[in-house]
């Protein structure tokens, strides 16, 4: 039995408290003592990553505590707890079933006679079974052409996360012949969105999802009339051309508005649900049932990881543990994503809605605020690009901000040219590996305008190349140590209640029903 | 005569502190204060922008004191310094001469004998006068095409402006038949970045502009050699496919390898250069001349009013002022930049490079430390998008984030469609609306779960449409406020040493001079 405690009541925390800057990163990275730390601070992940966490400002003695931590909020109980089936998302009243989308994690959880691991299966399939069709030329257009393209209309946890992926794995798809189709997303309200992506594509060849749960979600729907406004204008059958992505009870389930409807359910919040139809449907479709299998293979993989109870093997729990630390004892309010990849261009906007999303709370699970900062802000940028922007204030700026770099040995296209000496794929490689010692260890200078103080603590994820699986471990690695991190802050980490208001006053402005300030700057904006 | 104080040095300062906390932006917004606030608190901008700022902390008082304070710390003489050419990059020795690229500010600057105005219009004519050859079919490919597709090669301020200006204006110029070329990018060391567009475009049919004003930048040399192996591949001459923008100085300055070399000089830092060469050929060849020079215009007539004495007249300095008292004197770590505009999608990103490149700094322009907080963490994407994201946190998160709207009332493309009464660009504007009050006001409710705080200020620059020459003023005005607040924070501007540590000790990893963490990071990422 799990029982669910505030961070500050536990005598780990005020342990953990106690060890305030104990560990300086100049120094421990510094000599011998680095080499050692980055052979020592290491832990496998699946699919050939590794998560190296030499330069984070812990020590042996930090660690332990973080352990006793894991063990005292019982952060191994509640995951199984959580995979098993528990009402994990209590505003809602809710389970929490992502990881069984991903299909091997725990016990069959049963709700209303339903094997939910079944269901998420077979939605698999039929997502599988239609791709298949697809890309054998068995549904075709009306004059009995493929299709070629897909787009997706989605918003949030509908858009960020399975473009995120899309565009991570584009061009490993073309080296390997596994780009079926092109995708193509539309997700903001904004007209200008829709329609310059409706401008890019041949409509006639193009496959529409619409993503929504609820079958509600106002920028879809109206998003989705626009795109059939284009399609009738085309002369074309908008039910021969759309797909939807919703749940069982939806407006969308049943109507014949849809060449097929894939399913999802309250049990896999927006922002987790790449690993459910909402990523299947259009990854399945773009580079076939396979690779989104792999995807999927990746994910598990981690998972299985992130059950282990010693923090040393669990990749996921222990970066949770750390960035813990970093917030609540070393006070540092945001983290930067920066994978040095270009195809992961994406990813970071993902981690910023999943992390953010999840985590931006102040409230506990119960519904008491709490004495005690929660999620941190998240951003970033690929490197090398970002060395050229930003990472300024990173390196000498008057807050330190931790960092998440991401680096893989080998491209995904294979091209390269030797320039100095050494190819680009070096050349990135060895930046990333140079900024993890500069932001560490710092450097001094007579000028103090060129000295830089160093102590700037970093992880990095390491990794062969970003393939299905690799980057399906990613995914479920960040998507873990929020999980994690929302136990330790005892928050509910699968609602959001902080979107609701401005839906609410958004629908008055547009009934004319406001008046005051509200009034004021919707008449400033000619609504 | 200006001179250079520390912020913490001024008694207008010290009045400021003094009055933390006494705003509280969801009393002030409600009722009829609140409504006369949206329109008092408002301030002309440029191309008919303006910047309200009614939902900030700020009330008559702190405008009075922020007024002591602008005129403490010198701020209109020291912009009026600035751009008559005083060496204001004090660590480089170098003057700051972007707004004189957009050619009507102050008197004339002669360094060396060169007439600087007339330098920058210079390159300007020949950019333009290049583009047009280009469009006219006067210069052409080797089998006598003309040339469909400019691929820009650079990285940090050669990339991101130029880039988010691109995408800014992309779909209005496919409706207001100026997209005379479409336009890529290649920046980052990844060789996926450079494979991934070689392989998007006809290189037969492709114009490559190599930028980097010293024409050393390693990325971009890198980059450049890489474009080349794939022009020869395709049995074309690179020399009659590329050209140069770089300093006059530079290797690439005289080269044959260039059909054309367009010059910047170390005057205009790369994250000020849109306005030069470094914006200007890539632009002039995708959009026309005329679009750039309707940039250039928009972004003059916002430096003129950045150049007004009083605050109330002058939206960039009191942005930078209200910045200043959110993050000294409020402590807020963070800004988010929130477009209401799909085009703006990267405008967020340059602007990050912009803000935390130049103001990241813990030293003041003598080189001594300062003791405050500088430059904030700047991060953000577009609206609706992110209210379906990352807005969670800056609802109900434990820290409080200032943010920075920008909307337009009409959209760049026109197609539209009515869903429940309203169109696609009422419901983005009705957005940004509720959102502005929801952050302010807050809503209180029986179940924290649902209470919303409110009390988190934001502002707003609403603009009829994004044009050229809204753009130019809405870049203007950010590197202005940018600037603003380096001389409150007494910090230099202009220079980037924190960037260097990194390329250094890369070099190191590629020439394998290296031992300790260094070494061991080097070997597990096997280079």
């Known amino acids: 039995m799990v029982t669910w405690n505030n961070l500050d009541t536990l005598a780990s925390y005020q342990k953990l408290a106690g060890l305030k800057n104990r560990v300086s990163v100049a120094d421990v990275m510094s000599g011998d003592n680095g080499a050692d730390r980055v052979t020592r601070y290491s832990a496998p992940m699946a699919a050939g990553l590794s998560f190296n966490y030499a330069a984070k400002e812990v020590d042996d003695e930090i660690l332990n505590v973080l352990a006793e931590l894991a063990k005292e909020q019982q952060l191994a109980d509640k995951f199984k707890e959580l995979y098993n089936g528990a009402i994990i998302n209590t505003g809602e009243k809710r389970l929490v079933l992502h990881h069984l989308a991903r299909r091997q994690m725990g016990d069959a959880v049963i709700v209303d006679g339903v094997d939910k691991r079944e269901f998420y299966v077979s939605q698999q399939e039929k997502a599988a079974d239609f791709a298949n069709k697809v890309h054998a030329g068995e549904i075709t257009n009306a004059a ?23 565009i991570a794995l584009e061009n490993w798809a073309k080296e390997n012949d596994a780009l079926k189709m ?22 006639s060849r193009s496959l529409f999802i619409v993503v929504s749960k609820s079958g509600t979600t106002l920028e ?21 051309h759309m797909l939807a992505v919703t749940s ?19 049990f896999i919040g927006g922002r987790y649900s790449s690993s459910s139809a909402v990523g299947g449907v259009v990854l399945s479709l773009a580079f076939g049932p396979d690779v989104f299998a792999r995807i999927l293979a990746g994910a598990a993989e981690e998972d299985k990881l992130a059950a282990n109870t010693d923090i040393l093997e669990n990749p996921d729990m222990l970066d949770a543990l750390i960035g813990l630390y970093e917030r609540n004892v070393q006070g540092y309010p945001c983290t930067a994503v920066l994978p040095y990849s270009q195809a992961l261009s994406r990813f970071p906007a993902h981690l910023q809605q ?7 709370k102040s409230v506990n699970r119960f519904g008491e605020p709490v004495d005690y900062v ?48 050494s190819t680009s794929q070096a050349k990135l ?28 603590p970093s992880s990095i994820i390491i990794g062969d190349q970003l393939t299905p699986e690799s980057l399906g471990a990613l995914l479920a690695h960040f998507e873990n140590k929020i999980m994690f991190q929302g136990f330790l802050w005892n928050v509910n980490s699968f609602d959001q209640e902080g979107v609701q208001l401005g839906k609410l006053l ?9 008046d005051g300030a509200l009034k004021a700057f919707s008449d400033l904006l000619d609504i």
Chains 1, 2 share one sequence.
Not at 158 to 166: C, F, I, M
Not at 388 to 410: A, E
């Open 354 to 360: 999943c992390d953010m999303e999840s985590n931006g």
């Open 506 to 514: 958004a629908k008055r402005v547009l009934a004319h029903e406001t």
């Open 144 to 166: 009995g052409e493929k299709f070629t393209t897909v787009v997706q209309i989605g918003i949030g946890g509908s858009d960020l996360g399975p473009r995120a992926l899309y």
């Open 374 to 421: 929660t999620g941190p802000i998240i951003f970033g940028e690929p490197g090398t690009n970002g060395q050229h922007s930003f990472y300024q204030l990173l390196h000498q700026g008057t807050d330190i901000v931790p960092l998440q770099f991401v680096g893989f040995k080998n491209s995904q296209i294979g091209m390269d040219v030797v320039i100095e000496g």
């Open 248 to 266: 069982e009870t939806s407006p969308l389930a049943k109507s014949d508005d849809y060449l097929a409807a894939v399913f999802m359910d309250d």
């Open 220 to 240: 879809t729907l109206t998003n989705e009339s626009f795109v059939k406004d284009a399609l009738k204008k085309a002369g074309l059958d908008p039910s021969k």
């Open 182 to 203: 092109e995708a193509k997303f539309i997700s903001n309200v904004d007209p200008d969105d829709a329609a310059a992506v409706l401008k890019s594509i041949d409509v």
């Open 429 to 456: 490689c060895a930046n990333v590996a140079a900024q993890i010692i500069a932001f560490a260890c710092g450097k001094d200078d007579e000028n103090p305008n060129k000295k830089f103080e160093g102590g700037r």
